[in-house]
């Protein structure tokens, strides 16, 4: 059974940093590309950031982009999102979720984590 674990969100100030953690069982992690997404209070589900299966390739979204880093140790099963330079609007609910695929441009899922509040306030 595939499960899904994301970890490390809380409150942060403005101008702060945060690393996400996502820990993966029940599949081939290294087989598999994955994504961040996140849900902000009342809005919809936005798209973060992807990498490729072996790590090589990543995506991000124009929002994150130069603040977000997106990462993964095939070894650990784990995915990470290191954050930095967070403001208000980053205030929302992160998850991991599984592609399809090993291509990080395949922005279809079968499987996400329940998430992790980050809250970026002073």
């Known amino acids: 059974e595939v499960h899904l674990v994301e970890s490390g969100g809380g409150l942060v100030q403005p101008g702060g940093s945060l690393r996400l953690s996502c820990a993966a069982t029940g599949f081939t992690f290294s087989s598999y590309a994955m994504s961040w997404l996140r849900q902000a209070p009342g809005k919809g589900l936005e798209w973060v950031s992807a990498?490729?299966?072996?790590?090589?390739?990543?995506s991000y979204a124009d929002s994150v982009k130069g603040r977000f880093t997106i990462s993964r140790d095939n070894a650990k099963n784990t995915l990470y999102l290191q954050m930095n330079s967070l403001k208000p609007e980053d205030t929302a609910v992160y998850s991991c979720?599984?592609?399809?695929?090993?291509?990080?441009?395949?922005?279809?899922?079968?499987?996400w984590g329940k998430g992790t509040l980050v809250t970026v306030s002073s």
């Open positions: 990498i490729n299966s072996s790590g090589g390739n990543t």
């Open positions: 979720a599984k592609s399809l695929d090993s291509s990080w441009s395949t922005k279809e899922y079968d499987y």
